[in-house]
């Protein structure tokens, strides 16, 4: 196992394809790649004379207790770990009885709801804030962190947002047409103060069309025609930790969002819809209520971009 998937990339590369293929979510596949190439660092890091077993995946499964990961981001480590020796074996690059033993190694227990994390207004602001305006960076960054507080996006929709997606709509502005998870198209208002970031953003970056949030070279120069992913997660880490709040991720400001929302008085449909948890569609149908892109739940949300 050690010479085909460690030493050789190519094979491991191929081998992952072969678990990524075995999904069918998007957003599944996007963390078993991230998964599968985080145990694939780790295993490389020390010598490992069993290979790829029982015993290894399990010395993986202890390390990760180290870290202080919680019980999801485990199960899901582990998920992709046992795919992966599952399409070894019926690839015949270990034994059978080996994947068996990998199947058994215990992953963590999901007790109760997880409430998830969020922020207060007082430490959204803060957040919103934190970014260093005089660059182009840290433009950007700050209109990341208004889209993610004020509209309640996704990384990967934050990612995917284009010009094309931002339009009027009853007057105001609005994304348009946003495909989210499992392929749900919703429209979400946004507020003046999420516009006002992007412009900041967008009018000195001379970024005028195609997707809104670019690579910003140490420099301060844009570079590439789309930003990647995981640059919102490491970008929101590191401002996270500025204002002192450990472990936020993305999907916790999209929370946050929801949170304050609540809070301001918004309608538990208006937000269910703002959110795209079911289509518009569907939430209609069911709910008897239309979305209401005049009045929308997240222009209560009190946070400030000084222009």
């Not at 145990?39 to 993986?60: I, M, N, Y």
């Not at 180290?66 to 690839?91: C, F, P, Y």
């Not at 934050?158 to 339009?167: D, K, S, W």
Request: charged content about 25%; hydrophobic content about 45%.
């Amino acid at each position: 196992m050690n010479d085909l998937i460690v030493e050789k990339i190519a094979q491991w590369q191929r081998l992952k394809a072969l678990v990524l293929d075995s999904v069918s979510s998007p957003i599944t596949k996007r963390v078993y790649s991230m998964a599968l190439d985080e145990f694939l660092a780790w295993f490389r890091l020390e010598p490992r004379p069993d290979g790829f077993c029982k015993a290894t995946v399990s010395t993986w499964r202890a390390s990760l207790e180290v870290r202080g990961l919680g019980s999801s981001s485990i199960i899901i480590r582990m998920s992709a770990i046992r795919k992966l020796a599952v399409e070894a074996a019926d690839n015949g690059m270990i034994a059978p009885e080996l994947a068996a033993g990998i199947a058994r190694v215990k992953s963590a227990k999901s007790v109760g709801i997880r409430t998830g994390n969020w922020l207060s207004v007082r430490q959204a602001q803060s957040l919103l804030n934190a970014p260093d305006v005089s660059t182009l960076r840290g433009l950007r960054d700050r209109a990341i962190l208004a889209v993610l507080l004020g509209c309640g996006l996704r990384r990967s929709e934050v990612a995917a947002l284009t010009f094309g997606h931002i339009q009027q709509r009853d007057g105001r502005w609005c994304i348009v047409d946003l495909v989210g998870k499992h392929g749900r198209i919703r429209t979400t208002a946004m507020p003046n103060w999420v516009k006002a970031a992007i412009d900041a953003w967008t009018v000195p970056a001379l970024v005028t069309e195609g997707h809104v949030f670019r690579p910003v070279s140490r420099s301060d120069r844009v570079l590439g025609e789309r930003l990647g992913e995981k640059v919102v997660w490491q970008m929101l880490r590191d401002y996270a930790a500025d204002i002192g709040v450990a472990d936020l991720a993305p999907h916790d400001l999209r929370r946050t969002c929801a949170k304050l929302c609540r809070a301001a008085g918004g309608e538990l449909e208006q937000i269910q819809m703002l959110l795209g948890h079911s289509s518009v569609q569907t939430t209609e149908r069911y709910l008897g209520t239309k979305q209401d892109l005049v009045h929308p739940p997240n222009d209560a949300i009190k946070l400030k971009v000084t222009v």
